[in-house]
């Protein structure tokens, strides 16, 4: 068996708050419990307001933006040398 660190970008539509989305993520049925998620650690980031014209909803600048809203994890991925949206599995 393994375990896998996954790390996502949640865009909280729904304005569950930082409790709301990890219970949503770890409460999510999962056919035959294949995958048990634990949320080990959650980072917030004010995004502005939503639109189409929103960087995170353009896939040719959502990593510089990703980058901008987290540069203590853009600084940690740079001295791994892991690409934003690069896999480690």
Known sequence: MKA???EILVIDFDE???DGVRREIENAR???RCISPDVQAVEEADIGDW???HPLNNSGK???EY???FPARAAI???AGD???GSDV
């Open 62 to 64: 959502a990593a510089a």
């Open 51 to 53: 639109s189409d014209d």
């Open 16 to 18: 569950l708050g930082l």
């Open 67 to 69: 980058m901008r809203l």
């Open 77 to 79: 991925q740079g001295q």
């Open 4 to 6: 896998y660190r996954i």
């Open 83 to 85: 690409a934003p949206g």
């Open 30 to 32: 999962y056919p035959n």
